[in-house]
């Protein structure tokens, strides 16, 4: 697997892979109907990564600080997988590289603002990564099938 | 005190509150010299309202919803009072406003994403208005006087 910055030859296959996530809108909290251009603007707002596997992007993800001022030493990333690439590791690739690359750009901490509760792949994923749960928004989260749930914050220092 | 929808004559005003806060980079986590342009465009992005005392502004409020799709039925707030009309509870009647705004919005919670630890008189006005503190970023915020000190969320149900 190779992790690389993504350039604008990747949007088709970033694209492709946001599309179904915020589609079903059950991980995300991203508008459900939101357009190609907005998704593509907002995944790459700041600096965007893909991971390819012989020769095809698996996955993506993104880092950016996540407050500005004095909380700008705390940074904030999100991954997904190609539905096809689900099961091989790529999201632990990308989140193992990310941290190396934060911490690079001299960032001290990673957290995530919302991760739906429900989640339970991602949930355990960030704590076998040292992410600890350090917030939780009592139903948060209006999942489309199965109503409010709870949000989670999580926090790793890099 | 009447608390009204801020129009563009308000601008100056608003910015004459803001500023010394975002100058003094102790309470938001925002950049510290953030231009009049940014900080107005960041206050103003959805709806702002103005508290008014004898026809002059001592405090301004944003309302906006804290995250997209799923997650968009919990709204965000800020709130500034002039340094001058300090200690007359136009954070409070504010921040009543809001709530009654908030959910004639249809907005079921308000979370603040980022309540620095050592505003103790912040911390009490949230607490005494039934916010909870429902998470803590360790470190998360680096104050210009006493280095890294936590970040707080906080909500409340509407």
């Not at 992790?3 to 809108?25: K, M, Y």
């Not at 459900?32 to 998704?39: Q, Y």
């Amino acid at each position: 697997m190779r992790i690389r910055p993504a350039t604008s030859a990747d949007h088709a296959a970033i694209w492709a892979i946001l599309e179904p996530v915020i589609r079903a809108g059950e991980t995300y909290a991203l508008d459900r109907a939101m357009s190609r251009e907005d998704a593509l603007a907002f995944w790459l707002a700041n600096e965007a990564f893909v991971a390819e596997e012989q020769g095809e992007v698996a996955g993506t993800y993104y880092l950016r600080r996540n407050q500005a001022g004095g909380g700008g030493h705390v940074c904030n990333a999100g991954y997904m997988v190609a539905a096809e690439a689900s099961g091989r590791g790529v999201a632990r690739a990308m989140a193992v590289h990310s941290f190396e690359h934060a911490k690079a750009r001299g960032y001290r901490g990673m957290q995530f603002n919302f991760v739906v509760s429900t989640n339970a792949r991602g949930v355990r994923l960030w704590q076998s990564l040292g992410f600890a749960e350090i917030g939780c928004v009592p139903g948060g989260f209006a999942h489309p099938g199965l109503g409010f749930v709870d949000a989670l914050m999580m926090y790793r220092a890099l």
